[in-house]
Every structure is written in structure tokens, then in C-alpha cells.
């Protein structure tokens, strides 16, 4: 197939004009109930959940189970408009060495604005239909401290919300919110679905919200203790950013006039424990996988994949390269990716009937993806709530039994580094995207090459790890390497360390 003349917009009624090898929704949208509502439609959410969904939808006897989007930030104003003038349809291309595959998802049938539309956001999740609120709200959207695991009550929304709870704006309190409208009117408690890529998920999303509504009012928690669940699970499929070269990729090579497409790998995963208070989908008829304990499934990945996304990331920054598979084209990089999952192993939990071996070596494929062009300031973005996630437990852990960190520490510094130095090797600024990036490039640059001041950070690195003078000592050792040699030389002389 060749590129398209013309291009068809997408909408309902012109779904029956779309080129036959575009897969489009047959199931009768208009039927779908909104069961499932939520809260962070990005990339992710739209290349993941939303599709498991539409293939069950597809299904012979599926129930009319459909999703209502609901935007919290107030930058979700663009999804809203983008996703409205498209009657919420909107394609996700699977791209890989072979021919790209596209289809049009058609699982989500509504959108609401939470900061333009609060009464409506929270009626729509107090309504008899809803029995999921899920949630991907980044890794940083959770209100608790990284150090000390404790909810931040004293956070600004928070506080805001906890004193104006039916104007709120956190996701939190918008949920205690709704929740409270259904327990005065004798509703079924709906299951809370964090899917983020968090340790025990559903135990987060859980604490977050039990400490809050024990500030609002304790029948309001006591309540949700006793109806409400929330289940772990383990997501996984890499999506980057769209960017205006999708949109154009589409229009040429599909005929598909979408302005906000997704395009993501052809892999994808889901392990959810089977722990829900109102029903749901049977994702298992469409590749889910119901487990009892996710537990070991989300430390395998969040350690090995999301670890080497953390490894590669200020790495391949201070390099000077833009896409993941870039970076992985370096032979060196490869190698260091690989001693990296190699040194994290040890902290891998053995899941029976999977191979961790091939689990390691599907990664570095994944990762060389040529196609998906996903970004380096993605996997940056955000490490001051990354690191607690997918790095630092590991080296706390590692250090326990007694194991060397030295790939996990260099990893470490190079963050440091990365937020000390600002520009790449080759002297250009760096795009640093990072809620923290004021106060913590300040003092990055201001102690220079000693990690000292930024591992004081006790909301990022704890108590523990700081006290390691060994760790410290490490860390310091790599920035100096990288100052004074560069990346390539580090990499090259760690790796000759590690093998030894
Ligand atoms: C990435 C993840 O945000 C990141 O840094 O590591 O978004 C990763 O692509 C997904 O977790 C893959 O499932």
C-alpha cells in the first residue's frame, strides 16, 4: 500500500469510508454503558486499557461495557477538543520493523473536563453505571513522600480540596468526593484502578485515598475501607509522545485525518490482580492475565524495564541522542543496558512459566524499535518520582544481600549530573522536564561534583541509602568520571569493571 491522495476524518459517520486494512470498531457504540471512568487519558491509557477494551468489545456476547474519559489537569482541555470533534474516536498505530498496523479505538464514548465541569466529572463517577474509576496519573500524582512512603496531607490541593471538597481538584479528592454521593445514596462502592507503574498499585492508590477521606470525615473512610477495592496491576506497552510527524504518518499512509493519533509498540502486557467491588471486564477473553499476586510481575518489569529506561535515559541525554533507539544503536549502550539487567537480576523475582532470560532479551528488541521514535527527554522526564520507583529499591535491596550496585549507582550520578550540568556533550541545553527541576537543578549546580546536597533530598532518597557512605562515595566517583572523561569513556571503563 502507498500513500493516501485523500484524507477521511475521522468520526463515526465516516468510519464505513476508511481503507480496508484500518481496523474501525463494528460493536454499536451508541449502546455502550460508561462502567469504566478514567482519570489521565494520555498516550498510555488510549495504547493500553482503552485497547484491551475495544478488542473485547469486538467480541461475540461482550457486555456494552464502555469508558467515559475524565480530564483533571487543566492542560487536559486539548484531549477534550481533540477527542470531542472526533466523537472520542481516535486511531492507535502499531509500528515495528514490519508494515505498521492501524486501528480505530472505540471504546471511549465520552470525555469530561473535571476543571470546567466539576459537577459533571463527579456525578458522572456517583452514577449507578460507573463500576471502575482507574486512574494513570503519572508516578508523581500520588501525594506521598518518597522517603518516608507517608501521604501529603499537607500538600496545597490537598488542603484545598479537604476544605472545598465539591469545587475538587485533585484526582484524590474528586474520587472521595464521588464516593461520598454514593455511600449517602446506598450505591455500590466502584473498584479504584491505579494504573500506574507503581510497587503494589492498588495498595497506593488505596493509602492515598483512605488518608484523605480520614481528613474529610472517618464514616466517609471507614466506608470506603469496607466496599471499595483496589486491585494491583502490572501495565506494560512502550508509547511515546505524539508528535506532529504521527499525525502526518497517518494522514499519509492511512488516508486518516486524526489530529491526536497514538502510535505505540506492537507488545503489550497487562496483570491485574482479581480483586473488584462492582465487576469488570473479562479481560482475560482478550490476552489479560488474572493473578492472585501481581506482586512479582510489577517488580520484574518496573526493575528491568523501567530501571533500564532510567539507565539509558541521562546516559544517552549527555550523549547528545533524541530517540530510545538511538541510543540502543550504540553498541556500548547495548552492552551497558544489558550488565545492568545483568546487575539488578539478583532482585528479580523467579516467576513460575516465565523466563527471565527472555523477558530481558524481548526488552533490548523492544527498546531498538526503529520505528516508534520514542525520546530520550521522555524517559528523562519526571526522575525525581522515577528513581524512588524503579532504581533506588533495587540498590537498597541489592545492598542487603551484600551485592555490588556500581551500574545502579553510575545510574544514580548520572541523574545528578544531568540536573547539575544542563547542557549535552556537545554543549546543547538540555530540555529537563521535571515538577522538581527549579529547586533541584539549584542545588545540583550550586554543590557541583559532590552528590552530597541533592542524595539530602529525603523525599527522593530516604534515609538510608544517603547514610551508605559507600553509595555516596560510588556516586561521586561516576560524576567525576563523567566530568572529566565523558560518557563513552565511563561506560567503557564500568563495563571492563563489571565483567571482571
Ligand atoms: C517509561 C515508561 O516513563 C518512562 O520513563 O519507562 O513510560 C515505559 O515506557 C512504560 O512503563 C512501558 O510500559
Redesign the pocket.
Known amino acids: 500500500m502507498s500513500g493516501a491522495d485523500k484524507t477521511v476524518r475521522l468520526r463515526q459517520n465516516t468510519l464505513t469510508q476508511m481503507q480496508a486494512e484500518v481496523r474501525v470498531p463494528r460493536y454499536d457504540r451508541a449502546a455502550l454503558e460508561p462502567h469504566t471512568v478514567h482519570l489521565g487519558v494520555g498516550g498510555?491509557h488510549r495504547a493500553h486499557q482503552a485497547v484491551y477494551l475495544d478488542d473485547l468489545l469486538a467480541l461475540e456476547g461482550a457486555p456494552r461495557w464502555g469508558e467515559c474519559g475524565l480530564g483533571v489537569l487543566t492542560s487536559d482541555d486539548r484531549m477534550r477538543d481533540v477527542l470531542g470533534a472526533q466523537d472520542h474516536l481516535y486511531t492507535v498505530v502499531e509500528r515495528s520493523a514490519g508494515e505498521p498496523v492501524a486501528r480505530v479505538i472505540g471504546s471511549m464514548t465520552d470525555f469530561v473536563y473535571a476543571p470546567g465541569e466539576r459537577e459533571r466529572a463527579l456525578e458522572r463517577m456517583a452514577a449507578p453505571t460507573t463500576r471502575i474509576v482507574s486512574l494513570t496519573i503519572t508516578?508523581g500524582g500520588y501525594f506521598l513522600d518518597e522517603g518516608t512512603g507517608e501521604f501529603l496531607a499537607d500538600h496545597p490541593d490537598i488542603q484545598h480540596d479537604l476544605q472545598h471538597p465539591e469545587a475538587a481538584k485533585s484526582s484524590f479528592g474528586l474520587i472521595a468526593e464521588a464516593l461520598d454521593r454514593r455511600r449517602v445514596r446506598g450505591l455500590p462502592a466502584f473498584t479504584v484502578m491505579s494504573c500506574d507503574?507503581l510497587q503494589g498499585n492498588g495498595h497506593v492508590v488505596e493509602r492515598v485515598l483512605l488518608g484523605y477521606a480520614g481528613l474529610r470525615k472517618p464514616e466517609l473512610r471507614d466506608w470506603i475501607a469496607a466496599n471499595a477495592a483496589f486491585p494491583n496491576s502490572m501495565?506494560?506497552?512502550?508509547?511515546p509522545q505524539t508528535t506532529p510527524a504521527d499525525v502526518a504518518f497517518v494522514a499519509q499512509r492511512f488516508g486518516l485525518d486524526d489530529a491526536w493519533p497514538v502510535v505505540t509498540e506492537p507488545f503489550r502486557q497487562w496483570v491485574i490482580e482479581d480483586n473488584f467491588s462492582n465487576g469488570r471486564p473479562e479481560w482475560e477473553r482478550v490476552g489479560g492475565e488474572i493473578v492472585a499476586d501481581v506482586a512479582p510481575y510489577e517488580l520484574m518489569?518496573m526493575r528491568l524495564?523501567?530501571g533500564s529506561?532510567?539507565a539509558m535515559?541521562y546516559l544517552g541525554a549527555l550523549k547528545g541522542y533524541t530517540y530510545v533507539h538511538e541510543v540502543m544503536a550504540d553498541e556500548l549502550f547495548t552492552a551497558f543496558i544489558a550488565a545492568f539487567m545483568e546487575e539488578v537480576t539478583p532482585v528479580v523475582p523467579v516467576i513460575p512459566g516465565t523466563s527471565v532470560t527472555e523477558y530481558k532479551a524481548t526488552l533490548i528488541e523492544r527498546f531498538k524499535n526503529p520505528t516508534i521514535n520514542?525520546q530520550v527527554t521522555?524517559?528523562c522526564?519526571?526522575g525525581s518520582a522515577?528513581l524512588p520507583k524503579?532504581l533506588l529499591p533495587s540498590i537498597a535491596e541489592l545492598t542487603e544481600k551484600g551485592l555490588p550496585t556500581p551500574l545502579l549507582s553510575l545510574v544514580v550520578a548520572s541523574w545528578i549530573f544531568y540536573l547539575g550540568r544542563g547542557v549535552d556533550e556537545r554543549g546543547r541545553p538540555l530540555e529537563i522536564v521535571e515538577a522538581r527541576a527549579g529547586e533541584l537543578r539549584t542545588i545540583a549546580s550550586a554543590a557541583g561534583l559532590d552528590p552530597r546536597p541533592l542524595l539530602a533530598v529525603r523525599s527522593i532518597f530516604g534515609e538510608r541509602l544517603p547514610a551508605d557512605g559507600e553509595f555516596v562515595r560510588r556516586v561521586e566517583v561516576a560524576m567525576r568520571h563523567l566530568a572529566s572523561e565523558g560518557v563513552e569513556t565511563t561506560l567503557r571503563q564500568a563495563l571492563a569493571k563489571a565483567h571482571l
Open positions: 498510555f508516578e507503574n501495565v506494560d506497552r512502550i508509547t518489569k524495564l523501567n529506561h532510567l535515559a520514542d521522555r524517559i522526564s519526571e522515577k524503579w
